[in-house]
């Protein structure tokens, strides 16, 4: 594809697209990751290895729970943790929000919270971060209690779809259970699709499909927009890169699991293959698949005009909200960001990620995890089943706040009668219809690596280089960085 040549600013700025719309609504999103160097690991532990768990005892003191989020997001889980202490007599929970933009910058202070020896019982994780907290050796397997717990675990398992499960482990052992995720999906103005006289995506909908609609829509006038993205690693390029059959990691499965998939998993289709946890291999940033798509990305902005630059997700569901942008990449939390914005429910749809090679989605997943430090393991163990429980699932999630793991909650009707989307067996969908669904590409470097993916496909972007001379050299810093922080 022909692209302008030279140095460029960007066509449309931040702060004229801003002039059209009313600022607000806030959200959280999936994002990046913590880092640091890892210590080495000891050898996985097998469910035989450690003994069942013991009885619950009285606690010694609070059980002490590490969240991302301010104080305010903490307030949310609080309803969670008083029907906890109902159950309980005795017992008190206390959260312990870290306030951070992204993920990588709550995982480093987390690891900084750990290492000055804070008492945490349980700390939230996600995909970003699961290799680097894991591989510290701060976590407990959660293997034991879940054989224990077979007959309770198994109606857990069968609501949950294999890939959530997957990534939620390393090297074999089970880490977390997943309990709030997120897929990239396309988010659409059906006011705009109706003024430009298109029909609504279907699932079976292209790449071609979805550049018509962009261009399209922008045909509504030059202050409006077909499409919006953030440059940022989770909903910026990578859903581009996947649909494309692209990755930015060779992407291969950690041994072990059988004594997960074999016993919880037997007959499921789309558990097949799997292992003991996603490995994530050498970069693979400047491959062809990857080129194409941070191409297509660019010539939006610069060659067809359908898009402005990168700008934040909750901005675009303002530019939304005021009939300035026709799609945008989300989850089901933004559902909640749109009409927080202004959208009324009906107003607005989802569909899946076009298909282009592929209609492989990226998505993220995060879960409690039980610190080896802690004094109130069992106690800890309780407390993430009252967490992934149905009811408190339920509870949780609803009015769009996020989506649930298991796939009973997402899918029941009463979870999106308020809120909408009408088009909201999406969400699950980007899992049971799309098995190679995968992953955000999480090694244990993660951190480090986003600051180089946004810092290059940033600069591609604003047409201040090449896509191919952009992904070269973040292949070239990426791979020094993976010599540097994993262990040999």
Same mark, same amino acid.
């Given at each position: 594809?022909?692209?302008?040549?030279?140095?460029?600013?960007?066509?449309?700025?931040?702060?004229?697209? *801003?002039?059209?719309?009313?600022?607000? /609504?806030?959200?959280?999103?999936?994002?990046?990751?913590?880092?640091?160097?890892?210590?080495?690991?000891? +050898?996985? /532990?097998?469910?035989?290895?450690?003994?069942?768990?013991?009885?619950?005892?009285?606690?010694?003191?609070?059980?002490?729970?590490?969240?991302?989020?301010?104080?305010?997001?903490?307030?949310?889980?609080?309803?969670?943790?008083?029907?906890?202490?109902?159950?309980?007599?005795?017992?008190?929970?206390?959260?312990?929000?870290?306030?951070?933009?992204?993920?990588?910058?709550?995982?480093?202070? #987390?690891?900084?919270?750990? +290492?000055?020896?804070?008492?945490?019982? *349980?700390?939230?994780?996600?995909?970003?971060?699961?290799?680097?907290?894991?591989?510290?050796?701060?976590?407990?397997?959660?293997?034991?209690?879940?054989?224990?717990?077979?007959?309770?675990?198994?109606?857990?398992?069968?609501?949950?779809?294999?890939?959530?499960?997957?990534?939620?482990?390393?090297?074999?052992?089970?880490?977390?259970?997943?309990?709030?995720?997120?897929?990239?999906?396309?988010?659409?103005?059906?006011?705009?699709?109706?003024?430009?006289?298109?029909?609504?995506?279907?699932?079976?909908?292209?790449?071609?499909?979805?550049?018509?609609?962009?261009?399209?829509?922008?045909? *509504?006038?030059?202050?409006?927009?077909?499409?919006?993205?953030?440059?940022?690693?989770?909903?910026?390029?990578?859903?581009?890169?996947?649909?494309?059959?692209?990755?930015?990691?060779?992407?291969?499965?950690?041994?072990?699991?059988?004594? *997960?998939?074999?016993?919880?998993?037997?007959?499921?289709?789309?558990?097949?293959?799997? +292992?003991?946890?996603?490995?994530?291999?050498?970069?693979?940033?400047?491959?062809?698949?990857?080129?194409?798509?941070?191409?297509?990305?660019?010539?939006?902005?610069?060659?067809?005009?359908?898009?402005?630059?990168?700008?934040?997700?909750?901005?675009?569901?303002?530019?939304?909200?005021?009939?300035?942008?026709?799609?945008?990449?989300?989850?089901?939390?933004?559902?909640?960001?749109?009409?927080?914005?202004?959208?009324?429910?009906?107003?607005?749809?989802? /569909?899946?990620?076009?298909?282009?090679?592929?209609?492989?989605?990226?998505?993220?997943?995060?879960?409690?995890?039980?610190?080896?430090?802690?004094?109130?393991?069992?106690?800890?163990?309780?407390?993430?089943?009252?967490?992934?429980?149905?009811?408190?699932?339920?509870?949780?999630?609803?009015?769009?706040?996020?989506?649930?793991?298991?796939?009973?909650?997402?899918?029941?009707? +009463?979870?999106?009668?308020?809120?909408?989307?009408?088009?909201?067996?999406?969400?699950?969908?980007?899992?049971?219809?799309?098995?190679?669904?995968? /992953?955000?590409?999480?090694? #244990?470097?993660?951190?480090?690596?986003?600051?180089?993916?946004?810092?290059?496909?940033?600069?591609?972007?604003?047409?201040?280089?090449?896509?191919?001379?952009?992904?070269?050299?973040?292949?070239?810093?990426?791979?020094?960085?993976?010599?540097?922080?994993?262990?040999?």
């Amino acid at each position: 594809m022909n692209k302008p040549s030279g140095k460029y600013q960007i066509p449309v700025t931040r702060r004229k697209f *801003l002039k059209t719309s009313i600022m607000g /609504a806030s959200a959280m999103a999936l994002a990046a990751c913590g880092s640091a160097t890892p210590a080495p690991t000891s +050898a996985p /532990a097998k469910p035989t290895d450690v003994p069942k768990p013991a009885p619950t005892a009285a606690p010694a003191g609070p059980l002490r729970i590490a969240i991302n989020g301010v104080n305010a997001r903490a307030d949310t889980f609080k309803k969670i943790g008083a029907a906890f202490e109902a159950k309980n007599p005795g017992v008190k929970v206390e959260w312990v929000a870290i306030q951070a933009a992204e993920w990588d910058e709550y995982f480093g202070k #987390l690891v900084t919270l750990i +290492a000055s020896g804070d008492s945490i019982d *349980l700390a939230e994780i996600s995909t970003e971060g699961l290799q680097l907290i894991s591989s510290r050796n701060v976590l407990r397997p959660l293997n034991p209690y879940v054989t224990a717990d077979k007959t309770e675990m198994q109606g857990f398992f069968s609501d949950v779809a294999p890939q959530l499960v997957e990534v939620a482990m390393y090297k074999g052992d089970l880490m977390v259970l997943p309990t709030l995720w997120g897929a990239a999906t396309i988010y659409y103005s059906k006011r705009l699709f109706d003024k430009a006289g298109l029909a609504y995506p279907k699932d079976d909908w292209t790449a071609e499909d979805f550049t018509s609609a962009a261009q399209k829509i922008h045909g *509504l006038g030059s202050d409006v927009y077909g499409f919006g993205f953030p440059n940022r690693h989770w909903g910026g390029l990578v859903p581009w890169m996947y649909i494309n059959e692209g990755n930015l990691y060779d992407l291969g499965k950690e041994t072990g699991g059988d004594w *997960l998939w074999g016993t919880f998993y037997g007959g499921v289709e789309s558990a097949k293959g799997r +292992a003991g946890g996603l490995k994530w291999g050498n970069p693979t940033a400047n491959s062809q698949a990857n080129l194409e798509a941070l191409q297509w990305q660019q010539d939006l902005i610069w060659k067809q005009k359908v898009s402005p630059s990168p700008t934040d997700l909750n901005q675009l569901a303002v530019f939304m909200a005021n009939d300035k942008l026709g799609m945008m990449p989300g989850h089901r939390a933004h559902t909640g960001v749109l009409l927080g914005a202004g959208l009324k429910k009906g107003e607005f749809d989802v /569909a899946l990620m076009p298909k282009w090679k592929t209609q492989r989605h990226q998505f993220g997943t995060s879960g409690l995890g039980i610190m080896k430090t802690s004094k109130n393991p069992d106690l800890a163990w309780n407390f993430i089943k009252h967490q992934t429980s149905k009811e408190q699932l339920a509870i949780y999630v609803d009015k769009a706040v996020h989506t649930a793991s298991r796939r009973s909650v997402t899918n029941d009707p +009463a979870q999106h009668e308020t809120t909408g989307p009408a088009n909201w067996q999406v969400f699950y969908n980007t899992l049971d219809k799309n098995p190679l669904t995968t /992953a955000i590409p999480a090694p #244990l470097e993660t951190k480090d690596m986003t600051g180089i993916f946004t810092k290059y496909v940033g600069l591609a972007l604003a047409n201040e280089s090449t896509p191919k001379d952009a992904l070269d050299k973040m292949q070239t810093e990426l791979e020094a960085l993976m010599k540097r922080q994993r262990p040999a």
